[in-house]
């Protein structure tokens, strides 16, 4: 496989974590963004996950 599929999270609530941390099972694609209307919670999870 040449290249992954970049894929973001809308939404950083709880079950984004499950998202993040699943997502190295599919081969197929990167984590490569997050966002939330409470910046707060978008950044603590690029963190999280970065």
């Known amino acids: 496989m040449a290249d992954k599929l970049?894929?973001?999270v809308i939404g950083c609530?709880?079950?984004s974590k499950a998202y993040f941390s699943l997502a190295p099972l599919?081969?197929?694609i990167k984590m490569?963004?997050?966002?939330d209307i409470?910046?707060?919670a978008?950044?603590?999870r690029a963190?999280?996950?970065k």
């Open 32 to 35: 490569r963004a997050c966002a």
């Open 47 to 49: 963190k999280e996950f």
């Open 42 to 44: 978008a950044k603590a």
């Open 6 to 8: 970049g894929v973001g």
């Open 38 to 40: 409470n910046m707060d």
């Open 26 to 28: 599919f081969r197929g």
């Open 13 to 15: 609530g709880n079950i």
